[in-house]
């Protein structure tokens, strides 16, 4: 049974351009929700998806957006990266309904320079 | 918003003596409490959780305590180990929030 799974592992982008992450959730899986985490820092909410639609987003600005498709694995799109958005990009797959607990994959290391 | 305090920041403990975490949330609306454990160059692993409706749940050598009306959840690891040498946060749920709100991160180191 695979786990939640993420890609790339490391990433390297100059200031300005966009990047994407991908992520596919753990099997059985229909929730997925996007942490960023800077260095030395607990994760921060970057938005949840279910059913293909956005159904929250923390304190992030239009420049993240994602996307989710029919089976379940969702994209995370950052434009006009800046130097601030350098950090660890998690994704965690969980159940829509009452089971609240998440799983978390390796994350995503993006480097801006 | 809501608002999660962690403390201690670092807690260094002898190799099978106790280690004990604690966090304070700010929103008593909040009704479910996961910790993890995240080791470097890992993800985040969900190692025990606790809903408002219970107040202490026990895994193994690590249980959770919930005090609501205190807002307040602490981790109790016993009979450490070298393994258990990582960063733990806690984090905090409300019921109308699809969100966790993490704590700051306690970095353990067991000594042997």
């Known amino acids: 049974d695979a786990g939640v799974t993420q890609s790339p592992t490391h990433l390297i982008k100059t200031r300005g351009q966009q990047v994407t992450l991908r992520c596919s959730p753990k099997?059985?899986?229909?929730?997925v929700s996007w942490y960023q985490q800077a260095l030395g820092q607990g994760p921060q909410f970057i938005f949840q998806y279910y059913e293909e639609e956005e159904r929250q987003r923390g304190n992030f600005p239009d420049r993240f957006s994602g996307h989710q498709f029919p089976n379940y694995s969702s994209e995370l799109n950052v434009n006009a990266l800046l130097l601030g958005d350098s950090a660890l990009y998690l994704c965690?797959?969980?159940?829509?309904?009452?089971?609240?607990?998440?799983?978390f994959g390796a994350g995503t290391r993006l480097s801006v320079l | 918003g809501e608002n999660v305090e962690q403390h201690p920041s670092t807690l260094s403990v002898q190799e099978g003596d106790s280690a004990v975490i604690k966090c304070t949330y700010s929103d008593s609306a909040s009704n479910y409490f996961p910790w993890y454990k995240q080791e470097l160059g890992k993800g985040p692993q969900l190692i025990i959780d606790?809903?408002?409706n219970v107040g202490e749940k026990k895994d193994q050598r690590i249980a959770v305590t919930l005090n609501k009306t205190a807002k307040h959840f602490s981790l109790h690891i016993t009979e450490t180990q070298p393994e258990d040498s990582a960063v733990y946060f806690c984090?905090?749920?409300?019921?109308?929030?699809?969100?966790?709100?993490w704590g700051a991160g306690t970095k353990l180191i067991i000594k042997p």
């Open positions: 606790i809903r408002s």
């Open positions: 099997s059985g899986h229909d929730t």
């Open positions: 965690a797959s969980s159940l829509g309904g009452a089971d609240f607990k998440r799983y």
């Open positions: 984090a905090a749920q409300g019921v109308y929030n699809y969100q966790l709100i």
